[in-house]
């Protein structure tokens, strides 16, 4: 579990590490949950599944939803 590593990094740290977590996630065969308010990191995983570098059925992303007229949390899958 990572949360939001895109804290204090710019947009090129937030691709490089990124690729990193991939890297590291195909090697060791882990399951890694990232959150993040961040749109260029999703715009990175975007990148890897387009190149390649990780196949689209390991990669998964959830939209959390909540408001003050329904204050539970709700969650939706991203195609």
């Known amino acids: 579990m990572i949360e939001e590593p895109e804290i204090h990094k710019n947009s090129i740290q937030i691709i490089d590490l990124v ?4 890297n590291m996630a195909l090697e060791k065969d882990l399951t890694v949950i990232i959150t993040t308010h961040s749109d260029i990191l999703l715009h990175a995983v975007a990148k890897a599944v387009e190149v390649k570098e990780i196949e689209n ?8 939803i909540r408001n003050k ?7 939706k899958e991203l195609k």
């Open 69 to 75: 007229e329904d204050p539970w949390t709700k969650v």
């Open 57 to 64: 059925n390991r990669v998964s992303v959830y939209y959390l």
């Open 19 to 22: 690729k990193n977590i991939i």
